[in-house]
Nanobody, 125 residues
Framework: QVQVVESGGGLVQAGGSLRLSCTAS????????MGWFRQAPGKEREGVSC????????YYAGSVKGRFTISRDNAKNTVYLQMNSLQTEDTAMYYC??????????????????WGQGTQVTVSS
């Protein structure tokens, strides 16, 4: 049974930092591309960042480029999202997801098969 579990969310002031972690089990982690998504109340889920199976390629939404960094540790079955210079607009539930699909739509939620339950990030002004 595949499980994807996020952690690291919380409340932070604008300008601060958080690091999210996501651990996947029940699959061969090295074969999976991993993505981070977020969903704010009343809004659609949007792609934030993803990293390909070997870590060789990363992709970012324009709104987070230069502030967020995705990385993975295949030995620990874990992917991270380092979030710096957080803004109030970054407030959302953050989800981690996994896929083996080869696609150009790396930040499209429809590309991903397995999802975690999410971790809340709240940025106060």
């Amino acid at each position: 049974q595949v499980q994807v579990v996020e952690s690291g969310g919380g409340l932070v002031q604008a300008g601060g930092s958080l690091r999210l972690s996501c651990t996947a089990s029940g699959l061969y982690f090295n074969d999976y591309h991993m993505g981070w998504f977020r969903q704010a109340p009343g809004k659609e889920r949007e792609g934030v960042s993803c990293v390909t199976w070997g870590g060789g390629s990363t992709y970012y939404a324009g709104s987070v480029k230069g502030r967020f960094t995705i990385s993975r540790d295949n030995a620990k079955n874990t992917v991270y999202l380092q979030m710096n210079s957080l803004q109030t607009e970054d407030t959302a539930m953050y989800y981690c997801a996994a896929t083996r699909r080869i696609t150009t739509y790396w930040l499209d939620p429809a590309t991903y098969n397995y999802w975690g339950q999410g971790t809340q990030v709240t940025v106060s002004s």
